[in-house]
């Protein structure tokens, strides 16, 4: 089939015996043929003109309803109307950033019910910003007073160089950032990924990512639209309900694709706990996309093995990376092969650095998972500070450019000239590596932490913090904060936690020996939050959560945690042991200020490498030849390591 704009793609498969079922429930769901799906779009098209809507205007689709967003949507596309998809959500923040990108769209309309409409209007009077509301409501559409779309609109043909829709960044800054994606933009990346994934009209597609998000609606409706492939979407909300419902579903319709980001395969592992789907048979899957987040190689294992009982295979697991600016896909990995991962040094990961791998220290080793090599119409490159190319192995700035790569961010020529150079190389923000054809990503550039001048990720540090008891991964996250008047990052960790700062101790103590233990790295503090912000799409906000720690929001948590912990070390008793006197000396001089009692674990009240590196200097100028470096580790307080160094005072 040959295609040029979305709008090809819709005329060409309205007589394909395909169609779209919104999954509703278990045994609930509605299906549209490819027929019905075009001639509603021109039927709701029909009422946006007569509202006024022209060829070049704007529209804002603000809806959770599945079937309403892609009716809106298609009949935008129809019209020559852009579509800005944004997030419903559960929160004011979601409502906020629609009245910010109303007011940088100029004058938008605006495709919502009558229930998000009401909460709008709530919100815009309660933040004074009543105006901006009334011009937005005047050019407002109701996607639920629709009651006949009998009459067809007047059909635009765009030209493949025309804006398709415009894609604003998930979070909610002050400034949310709009990807301008063409009609071209859309095409190259659909036929890229199509050659390497080899989407057919045999695949039956599952989904149950946001349709506001670039994996939910270009990944899973538009590519799979124009492979006439059977597409089924289920409600992100009914996913997170009943999470089990995604592969009962998969398993009834067989279903050949479909895809989940980290969260997805965690949030499903722990509502199954060690129960089995009974009669589920996943045989039919080749493929389940892993993207939009870190992916965590223990978590794909876990899944997989979990669930091979079903019949699914482990090839399917298919790692891939992609972001907004790219259209969606940049990297797939080749078909029928296992996924695979390397370890590297997780010290030797600063721009430039080479990959070390298999390091011999095991806390050293950080596992990455390969994410597939460049699709067709993209290229990528791994550059320096100066967007110079680096050598394979080599870890730098992930840069890319292409058919399918944006051109600009919508009214923001500012942030247009610092991520793309006049050669057209686009930085995606993230830090990667090459290695025999495969792109490894090592984390973003923005949510690097900087200690001891090197650089940490985020998501390395919250895997190893969540092995303490009772925690896991969406309940943790590390960040570097720097308070206005401090020279580096500390680093520091927030823990989800709503009970009493008591019950809290023992896991802030757990959570900084662990880090301590397996990266070497001082925790400056442990802090108990009530909530954890996340996007839309599940990711984490770490810089709310930054701002709020540097705002004073945590400093009665933090002052009762300290007095606990004086009252802790004051109820131990005093050690009797010379020796013990002596080795205390050494780490209270490398560690001033941390009132350490001879059963307190290095560890737990944060001795980052270099002051074990101290502590074991000075040990060894009093005790030539007796103590080894990693004996600090086996005997982590100064009572174990007293006890260990007077029997090898006895030997000597």
Not at 168 to 178: D, L, N, Q, R
Request: a negative charge; glycine letters at 8%; one cysteine or more.
């Amino acid at each position: 089939m040959s295609y040029e704009t979305l709008v090809d793609i819709l005329e060409s498969n309205r007589k394909v015996d395909r169609a779209v079922t919104y999954v509703l429930g278990e045994n609930e769901e509605r299906r549209l043929s490819y027929g019905e799906v075009h001639s509603r779009a021109l039927g709701i098209l029909y009422h946006l003109q007569a509202m006024g809507a022209q060829h070049g205007d704007k529209m804002i689709i603000f809806l959770s309803n599945n079937e309403q967003f892609m009716d809106g949507f298609w009949a935008a596309v129809c019209g020559g109307i852009v579509p800005v998809p944004i997030a419903v959500g559960i929160s004011d923040e979601h409502r906020h950033k629609l009245l910010r990108v109303a007011a940088k769209l100029g004058d938008p309309l605006l495709y919502t019910d009558r229930k998000s409409l009401e909460r709008l209007q709530t919100l815009a009077q309660e933040s004074d910003q009543g105006a901006l509301f009334d011009k937005l409501k005047a050019r407002t559409f109701l996607a639920d007073s629709i009651t006949d779309i009998s009459r067809a609109g007047k059909l635009h043909r765009p030209s493949p160089g025309d804006i398709a829709f415009i894609q604003f960044s998930s979070g909610s800054t002050s400034e949310p950032k709009g990807v301008v994606l063409t009609h071209a933009n859309l095409v190259a990346n659909t036929k890229g990924s199509a050659q390497i994934a080899k989407f057919t009209e045999n695949d039956v597609t599952l989904s149950w990512m946001p349709l506001t998000h670039d994996m939910g609606l270009i990944g899973f409706y538009l590519m799979q639209f124009a492979a006439r492939a059977h597409v089924n979407l289920m409600p992100t909300e009914l996913f997170v309900r009943r999470p089990l419902l995604w592969l009962q579903v998969a398993s009834k319709k067989r279903v050949t694709v479909t895809c989940s980001p980290n969260f997805g395969y965690r949030h499903l592992l722990k509502v199954l706990g060690g129960r089995k789907l009974e009669g589920v048979d996943l045989s039919s899957i080749r493929l389940i996309f892993n993207g939009a987040e870190p992916i965590s190689v223990a978590l794909c294992n876990e899944f997989m093995d979990t669930l091979a009982y079903t019949g699914l295979k482990r090839r399917a697991m298919f790692p891939v990376y992609g972001l907004a600016e790219a259209s969606l896909a940049v990297t797939l990995p080749a078909l029928d092969c296992d996924y695979r991962w390397i370890r590297v040094n997780r010290h030797r990961l600063n721009v430039g650095d080479s990959l070390e791998l298999n390091p011999a220290q095991s806390r050293d080793a950080l596992e990455i998972m390969a994410v597939g090599s460049v699709i067709p119409y993209t290229e990528l490159r791994i550059a320096d500070g100066s967007r110079a190319p680096l050598g394979a192995g080599q870890v730098g700035h992930i840069l890319i450019r292409g058919e399918n790569v944006t051109r600009q961010y919508y009214g923001d020529p500012g942030a247009t000239a610092q991520a793309i150079d006049a050669e057209g190389w686009l930085d995606t923000g993230d830090l990667g590596a090459l290695y025999e054809g495969q792109l490894y990503i090592t984390g973003r550039a923005k949510e690097i932490i900087f200690i001891n001048g090197q650089n940490y990720y985020p998501y390395d540090l919250e895997n190893i913090a969540q092995r303490a008891p009772g925690l896991e991964l969406g309940k943790v996250v590390a960040a570097g904060v720097r308070k206005p008047d401090a020279q580096t990052d500390e680093l520091t960790v927030f823990v989800l936690h709503r009970t009493d700062m008591a019950e809290f101790l023992p896991i802030a103590n757990a959570v900084s020996r662990l880090v301590n233990e397996h990266a070497g790295l001082e925790v400056a503090h442990v802090v108990p939050v009530k909530r954890i912000p996340k996007t839309t799409s599940g990711k984490v906000q770490r810089h709310l959560l930054e701002q709020s720690y540097i705002d004073g929001e945590f400093d009665q948590e933090l002052a009762e945690l300290d007095r606990l912990r004086a009252a802790h070390a004051g109820s131990a008793a005093p050690s009797a042991s010379d020796l013990e006197n002596r080795l205390l000396s050494i780490c209270d001089a490398a560690l001033p200020g941390k009132g350490l009692g001879a059963n307190d674990n290095l560890f737990e009240i944060g001795a980052s490498s270099l002051k074990l590196i101290e502590i074991h200097e000075n040990i060894d100028r009093e005790f030539p030849g007796l103590i080894d470096l990693t004996e600090l580790f086996d005997h982590p307080t100064v009572a174990q390591l007293a006890k260990h160094l007077e029997g090898k005072l006895a030997s000597a």
